[in-house]
């Protein structure tokens, strides 16, 4: 059986990281001892990836919303990307069917409304602050506070803020989101798994393995991995980073990837512009900037191993066509892979591959918590504070001034 997750880096890294490298390396096994504080201290970020993380909620007391066919699910940025990632990533495994209102879309809501019974439909609605504008204006334009009072969860922090006070004035099922961890950090806290639960996951498994990264040939791999990111970064030189997507599963997953670098990083005038590809579609409309437009980029593949032997049987072409014959469409999508990454090495273009070779609850869990780990330390590596976002806060004033 191959590795489950095979990570590798094709980077020309020695241009990035010559002057640096030593001080870089020295500096990660700093911010490495840092981390695994972090790690063990209930009111750090970190500790949500720790074996001893304690959940806001018993999960007796969530027996009762498992009954639900339906859910839906309300929330912004990290409060709902996490999700949609374990979803789409498992949706083979969910036998329910999830909504997900991550948006501002009257036409959604209204057929919503018009096609699904809402009191057979369990309601997630969540946003740490418990103010955020959208998540409010989508639950109170489904109009299901009073009506659906018994099948809603509130997940919010526990202070002065409209979600929480709206659970104590109407006794809705209340789960405290910690006040440590911000929303594109919070996927495997209550965020996450309180969804993942009532989806019908393991969620034991899917925090089996998150600390795999920090010992042995993993913790190299982060180690050489976040030194080359690191330089880069720096740099300002390789600022847009494109996800080409191979694995249609993958697709949510780098959503919520691209928030979390984007947020993370993009400060100081320093950051990555995370931008999702699809492959092989965008074969034919982007590729030809990839291999011959600026050197501005960086891409991470991503790719997997499909069993599916969905095959192609050429009846009435041409002999010229025979090299497609019998072959099974994941066969033709790996060899455009591999040709691609053929002509990145010929043409020096920076790449990292990222290879799943299994799809199931801790493959998902090791991928939020490696690059958890990953964005972190560049942050730290390179003067960064990878836990805030002060520049967010300039927009959300101007809207409320603007409704004024």
């Known amino acids: 059986m191959k590795n489950k997750l ?45 074996k001893k993380f304690k959940f806001n909620f018993d999960l007796k007391d969530l027996q009762k919303y498992k009954k639900y066919n339906t859910i839906a699910l309300i929330g912004m940025g990290g409060s709902i990307l996490g999700s949609e990632a374990i979803h789409s990533f498992l949706e083979k495994r969910i036998k329910k069917k999830v909504y997900f209102f991550n948006n501002l879309n009257e036409d959604k809501i209204f057929n919503f409304k018009k096609k699904i019974n809402l009191s057979k439909t369990l309601f997630i609605i969540i946003s740490k602050s418990g103010n955020t504008v959208e998540t409010i204006s989508n639950t109170f334009s489904l109009d299901i506070v009073k009506k659906n009072a018994k099948n809603i969860i509130i997940i919010s922090e526990k202070k002065n803020n409209l979600l929480f006070n709206l659970s104590k004035k109407l006794n809705l099922f209340y789960v405290e989101h910690k006040s440590n961890i911000g929303g594109r950090y919070s996927v495997l806290s209550e965020v996450g798994i309180v969804p993942a639960y009532l989806m019908g996951l393991n969620i034991f498994k899917l925090r089996s393995k998150l600390l795999d990264y920090l010992t042995g040939n993993n913790k190299k791999y982060l180690k050489e991995s976040s030194i080359i990111i690191s330089s880069i970064l720096n740099s300002k030189r390789n600022n847009n980073l494109i996800f080409l997507n191979y694995c249609p599963e993958l697709e949510k997953f780098l959503f919520w990837c691209q928030q979390l670098i984007a947020e993370s990083l993009g400060k100081k005038n320093k950051g990555f512009l995370p931008i999702i590809s699809n492959v092989p579609k965008d074969h034919h409309s982007m590729l030809q900037l990839y291999l011959d437009g600026p050197k501005d980029k960086i891409f991470y593949i991503f790719s997997s191993h499909n069993n599916r032997k969905l095959r192609i049987n050429l009846k009435y072409a041409s002999h010229k066509y025979n090299f497609l014959n019998k072959k099974t469409l994941s066969s033709l999508k790996n060899a455009q892979k591999n040709a691609l990454i053929k002509a990145f090495k010929e043409n020096k273009i920076l790449f990292r591959e990222f290879r799943i070779n299994r799809i199931d609850e801790e493959i998902i869990g090791k991928l939020f918590s490696y690059f958890i780990f990953e964005t972190i330390i560049v942050g730290k590596l390179c003067n960064i504070n990878p836990y805030n976002q002060p520049a967010v806060e300039q927009v959300k004033i101007y809207t409320k001034q603007e409704l004024s």
Not at 31 to 39: A, D, G, L, N, T
Not at 42 to 47: E, G
Request: net charge positive.
């Open 6 to 50: 095979y990570f590798k880096n094709f980077v020309q890294e020695k241009e990035f990281t010559k002057k640096s490298k030593g001080f870089l390396a020295k500096k990660f096994e700093k911010v490495i001892k840092q981390i695994s504080q972090e790690i063990d201290k209930s009111s750090k970020t970190l500790n949500v990836l720790s």
